[in-house]
């Protein structure tokens, strides 16, 4: 059974940097499609990053330019650069391993860690 557990959240000012790191045990890493979800207070968890075996990234509108996501087989860990953060930025984030969907979107996996809390506010 897939394992992750993220880590790197914390308080930052708006216009602040924080990387999130989320390692994966339990599987063979290499063969997921990796995705950052987040999840804010009263909303639904959406899909902010996914990068897929080879490296290919997609992500959401709202952090297209600010976040990126990438990977490191070897120490089966995927993270997310988040730069220029908003106050809109502020959730619970998560990592999940994935596969690609019929469409070719990102499918998730049943598994999901304990999350890290991202607030942006000053």
């Known amino acids: 059974q897939v394992q992750l557990v993220e880590s790197g959240g914390g308080l930052v000012q708006p216009g602040g940097s924080l990387r999130l790191s989320c390692v994966v045990s339990?599987?063979?890493?290499?063969?997921?499609?990796m995705g950052w979800y987040r999840q804010a207070p009263g909303k639904q968890r959406e899909l902010v990053a996914d990068?897929?075996?080879?490296?290919?990234?997609n992500y959401a509108d709202s952090v297209k330019g600010r976040f990126t996501i990438s990977r490191d087989n070897p120490k089966n860990t995927v993270y997310l650069q988040m730069n220029s953060l908003k106050p809109e930025d502020t959730a619970v984030y998560y990592c999940?391993?994935?596969?690609?969907?019929?469409?070719?979107?990102?499918?998730?996996?049943?598994?999901w860690g304990q999350g890290t809390q991202v607030t942006v506010s000053s």
């Open positions: 999940n391993a994935g596969q690609t969907g019929h469409s070719g979107e990102y499918y998730p996996g049943t598994n």
């Open positions: 339990g599987s063979i890493f290499s063969v997921y499609r």
């Open positions: 990068i897929n075996r080879r490296g290919s990234t």
